[in-house]
């Protein structure tokens, strides 16, 4: 009998970019590998301080809906290589004794970091304890990752986007660059047939002879969620209507007042739930903003995204790749949602349009291909 093969995949919850495909691909490698890989999901604050974790994982959580200027400015000043160093130096000193004990007490056989936070403790306990471990790293934003990705010289990196392995390529800093579709969850790479969509929709409650229009963020929903609900309630227009509040309880109890003040029968709350596939595939339109997840999802499934709102920079190049191949529509502006929605709706053209752009690039879930390739390098 053959040993397993020990990978440890190590992230940190800045939102939910780096866990997704990190969970992706475990999932993935449970399911068609378990007889020759044993993969680890290692969580790099597991035993940090909780101010810590509330400094770095709630602070970016919370600076996205209430203070986002602030945040583009820590975002700003970080791109500046000694504030950069310090950074990372500090937020090392707290990750390093937890991994040193994970990474030798479990003697993996690759590791692969889903956070740039993670790359200057790991490298320093391999080189420490004289280990020789092959270290993947997966850039989790498709095309303006953070400069903070390459402080460290000679690295292995897996990217999602050829605009990003050309840029990569061109630092010259003795890199190795694989590029792939983007890591989203193995159900995303096949819609729904229709007749499972008729019965999605059925079983939520939806009226299935009307289009649906869903309200998408992240965990914590999407930001100003309740002004845009309010635009689209207002407008009265010919749809069902869902909305996903995640944690958020300020905006659910916001949406609920809606749902009230408008008498919208037609409106449907979620808080957190695990069956974002089953509404984005009943859905024909979702309003959200720009994290790369989401996005992908979205267009794996075919579905036309209307962003309202994106991280300066961080998403910058998530809506310029939108915008570039036609295969959603950025609106800024509240107010003109409901207008832009219904036309979308309305104008079977239009939609159709956007579809064929989405086929035409040929959007596909890298989950297959990026779990060979690690199993078999």
């Known amino acids: ?119 200057l403790p790991i490298s320093r306990i391999l080189k420490k304890n004289k280990l020789f471990i092959p270290i993947q790293t997966i850039i989790t934003d498709p095309f303006t990752p953070h400069p903070m990705w390459f402080l460290k010289k000679k690295q292995n990196f897996i990217v999602f986007s050829k605009k990003l392995e050309e ?41 299935i002879e009307k289009k649906i229009i869903l309200i998408l963020g992240g965990g914590d929903g999407i930001p100003k969620g309740e002004k845009i609900l309010h635009e689209i309630l207002k407008s009265n227009l010919n749809a069902e209507i869902g909305i ?26 979620y808080s957190y739930v695990d069956f974002i596939y089953e509404l984005i595939n009943i859905s024909d339109v979702i309003i959200t903003k720009c994290g790369a997840s989401t996005i992908m999802e979205i267009l794996n499934l075919k579905k036309v995204p209307v962003v309202n709102d994106y991280i300066w920079e961080q998403e910058q190049g998530n809506v310029d790749y939108l915008i570039e191949k036609k295969l959603g529509i950025y609106e800024p502006k509240i107010g003109n949602l409901p207008k832009v929605i219904d036309k979308l709706l309305e104008d079977d053209n239009l939609y159709l349009l956007y579809q064929n752009n989405i086929k035409k690039e040929q959007v596909e879930n890298g989950v297959v291909k990026v779990t060979e390739y690690l199993i078999n390098n």
């Not at 003795?174 to 890591?183: G, K, P």
Request: net charge positive.
């Open 167 to 207: 840029k990569v390529n061109r630092m010259k800093r003795n890199y190795s660059v694989q590029q792939f579709s983007f890591i989203i969850d193995d159900k995303f790479s096949k819609p729904l047939s229709i007749d499972e969509v008729v019965s999605v929709k059925k079983k939520f409650g939806f009226d």
């Open 1 to 119: 009998m053959s040993v397993k093969k020990k990978y440890l995949f190590i992230y940190l919850k800045t939102g939910g970019g780096h866990l997704a495909p990190a969970r992706a691909i475990f999932n993935y490698m449970n399911k068609h590998y378990s007889d020759a890989v044993d993969p680890k999901l290692i969580y790099g604050f597991e035993k940090t301080p909780r101010w810590v974790q509330f400094i770095i994982e709630d602070g970016y959580r919370i600076l996205q809906y209430t203070g986002k200027w602030f945040f583009e400015l820590l975002y700003a000043l970080n791109k500046i290589p000694l504030v950069a160093i310090i950074t990372c130096n500090i937020v090392s000193y707290f990750m390093k004794k937890y991994l040193d004990d994970v990474i030798t007490s479990e003697q993996p056989d690759n590791i692969v970091i889903f956070h740039f936070f993670c790359i």
């Open 244 to 269: 996903v509040c995640g944690k958020n309880e300020v905006l659910q109890k916001g949406a609920e007042n809606l749902k009230s003040k408008y008498s919208a029968n037609n409106l449907k709350i």
